[in-house]
């Protein structure tokens, strides 16, 4: 007697059912799902492409349009500042290093970016073939830029102005490729680097020198305490601390989050008692099968195992199920992101998703606990006389 095949042909019998269950527990683990490898990745690139800015400086504005424009290249600058004024803040003794960003144009929406040597070190980059830009107009360009536009060094490219547009394209200078970076996995992928002298020359900047914002390294625990205060107060400039504006970021993130989380939970648990419901009805419509079979020799113990197996196979294939409906949908969102900065990746898997699978095979346990107890307490003489 295979319990297994029984327990699976006695789902079937009921497909409308059975379809309903599956796509109640698929749904609720496929938004648990996406929900946690949404956070997980979009934490991880907050944390990854902010390591080693303790401050940025830029116009005034919003702090946090500052942070999102330029660490994580997703949002419009809040303007610019001179260059000569941000320089100052180079020799000042509490600051340890200052790599300036100009910002204003891109290539194919990739963000290009002005800047010096230190924007290479601050994120450790390595370059996969050719050299960093020794002159105005060469470009080293990002794994992520490489791959989609099929470049290599030596290639000549067009900006374009503005940070997504590819109407207004500068065609009186050309960019030429002369180093390509290697992947990284942070924001660097999907950046054009240049030096500042590039951006400058591009919109005739003159003797009016701007940049967009100043990364800064603090030199001592005293300065987090009073630079971005000095700053603030003494300048025209505004200072952002990228850990504090993340953190508000993922406040105002984690509400809708959570609203999504529990309603997917309230699916899954609305998926046990249904199951519960289906298997406690299908139970009665079998009772005088379960008693032939144990005319037949199964135990009372096979009887309860086979019920709840009916409630774990239920609820581990539309775990599965669900699982992999959260990535393909996490990955189709990736797919139609206009910002290849910030794009998720459905094909990472974590570990813990495992904890899905197990909340999943409990629910469906607890689901057929009472009809499996049902069908253990059958009494086959009392059954068996009805008949």
């Given at each position: 007697m295979n319990a297994f095949r029984i327990s699976w042909k006695n789902l079937k019998a009921n497909p409308l059912t059975l379809v309903l269950n599956l796509?109640?527990?698929?749904?609720?683990?496929?938004?648990?799902?996406?929900?946690?490898?949404?956070?997980?990745?979009?934490?991880?690139?907050?944390r990854d492409n902010a390591r080693g800015v303790d401050l940025v400086v830029g116009a005034k504005g919003s702090p946090l349009q500052l942070i999102l424009s330029s660490i994580y290249f997703i949002d419009f600058p809040t303007g610019n500042i001179s260059e000569d004024e941000a320089r100052l803040l180079t020799a000042n003794p509490m600051v340890k290093k200052a790599v300036p960003l100009a910002l204003g144009d891109n290539y194919a929406g990739f963000r290009i970016v002005g800047t010096d040597t230190g924007y290479v070190g601050l994120h450790s980059l390595e370059l996969a073939a050719g050299h960093f830009w020794t002159k105005a107009f060469e470009i080293v360009i990002g794994a992520e830029v490489a791959e989609a536009q099929n470049l290599k060094a030596g290639d000549r490219i067009y900006g374009s102005h503005g940070l997504s547009s590819e109407e207004d394209i500068h065609d009186d200078h050309a960019y030429t490729v002369v180093g390509v970076l290697k992947k990284r996995g942070n924001v660097a992928d999907n950046l054009v680097l240049t030096g500042l002298e590039s951006i400058w020359e591009m919109h005739g900047a003159g003797g009016q020198r701007e940049i967009t914002s100043m990364l800064l390294q603090y030199r001592s625990r005293m300065a987090m305490v009073t630079l971005p205060a000095m700053i603030n107060r003494s300048t025209n400039m505004q200072a952002a601390s990228p850990a504090k504006e993340s953190g508000r970021l993922f406040a105002l993130i984690g509400v809708g989050v959570d609203a999504v989380r529990w309603f997917a939970v309230a699916l899954m648990l609305l998926a046990g008692v249904s199951i519960f419901v289906s298997l406690y009805n299908s139970l009665r419509q079998r009772v005088y099968d379960l008693a032939?079979?144990?005319?037949?020799?199964?135990?009372?113990?096979?009887?309860?195992?086979?019920?709840l197996l009916e409630g774990t196979l239920l609820t581990t294939f539309g775990s599965l199920a669900g699982i992999l409906l959260g990535h393909g949908a996490l990955h189709a969102i990736g797919y139609w992101q206009h910002s290849p900065q910030a794009r998720l990746d459905g094909l990472v898997f974590l570990p813990e998703e495992g904890w899905l699978l197990v909340a999943g095979l409990l629910i469906g346990l607890v689901a057929a606990l009472l009809p499996a107890i049902q069908a253990y307490r059958t009494d086959i003489s009392e059954t068996m006389s009805k008949i």
């Open positions: 796509l109640l527990v698929a749904f609720g683990t496929g938004m648990l799902a996406m929900l946690l490898l949404g956070v997980s990745q979009v934490g991880d690139r907050l032939v079979m144990r005319v037949m020799g199964a135990s009372r113990g096979v009887m309860l195992g086979m019920i």
